[in-house]
């Protein structure tokens, strides 16, 4: 059955729809030899292309495992695949794919450490970039300045940033020593550099800022900054699930009885 062409890319792992959008816009991709178009559909015979390289898709009952991974992400690496100026990339220290590639799910500015996703199923990450979704992203920041009463209520409340009204969804004072405190603060949207534009509206400076939480999934202790792990079980199926998909088969095939588990209280972190 025909679906749109951005679906097939992204359940092709080439990339996310928005991504897929933008390159058809571009002129990037052409189906049997001529630019594709906006909303155009196909069977998945056709012969596709993305920058001159043809897609292939294997039969649904052959599709590998999707594959979703965490990265620690250390300061100064840039979320692009390349970079003109020679900076290291989140990408250079990825896993290689034997198909498809890896889709970055949102991004942190170069300045910023903590958790990233990464997958090879373009149509997950469309979801969990969607600003429908509303997934929590969760920070452990150190701000330079001791905000007043009146601003942590603004950030509670709501500022206005030029693109618009935001606010912390979570807002927790963590303590701190001289003219450094620690909050820990979450936000349900994904606009760019929104942490450090929140502070800044109430006249206070971000020093240090850590994401450690997006939707379900959290950055785990013992993860050290630049590595990565492969998300599986029911944490992959509990990703899926937050953003309203279900888990492809490949995932829940085969799949042990689940047992209860014990959830041991949730600790209190700050970047090393």
Request: with cysteine.
């Amino acid at each position: 059955m025909p679906e749109r062409l951005q679906k097939w890319l992204a359940t092709a792992g080439v990339g996310s729809r928005r991504q897929v959008d933008a390159w058809i816009a571009e002129g990037r991709v052409r189906v049997n030899g001529k630019p594709a178009v906006p909303g155009q559909k196909v069977s998945g015979t056709e012969r596709i292309m993305v920058d001159g390289r043809v897609i292939a898709v294997l039969a649904p009952r052959h599709q590998p495992k999707p594959r979703v991974i965490l990265y620690h992400k250390p300061v100064g690496e840039v979320c692009t695949r390349t970079d003109p100026e020679g900076r290291p990339t989140v990408f250079d220290a990825l896993p290689k794919l034997g198909r498809g590639r890896w889709v970055i799910v949102g991004r942190l500015d170069i300045d910023t450490s903590g958790l990233l996703l990464f997958t090879t199923d373009g149509t997950l990450a469309n979801a969990l970039m969607h600003p429908s979704g509303e997934l929590v992203r969760e920070y452990a920041v150190r701000v330079h300045g001791r905000a007043a009463p009146d601003d942590l209520r603004c950030l509670r409340e709501g500022v206005e940033l030029e693109d618009g009204p935001a606010r912390f969804e979570l807002l927790e004072e963590e303590g701190g020593e001289g003219a450094n405190r620690w909050y820990r603060v979450s936000v349900a949207e994904g606009r760019n550099r929104i942490v450090r534009r929140l502070w800044e509206a109430v006249g206070c400076q971000v020093a240090r800022l850590m994401r450690v939480r997006f939707g379900p999934v959290e950055l785990p202790r013992h993860l050290p900054r630049g590595r990565w792990r492969d998300i599986q079980g029911r944490e992959l199926e509990e990703l899926y699930v937050a953003v309203g998909l279900a888990a492809p088969e490949a995932i829940t095939a085969n799949k042990p009885e689940k047992r209860p588990r014990k959830v041991a209280p949730r600790r209190r972190r700050r970047p090393e």
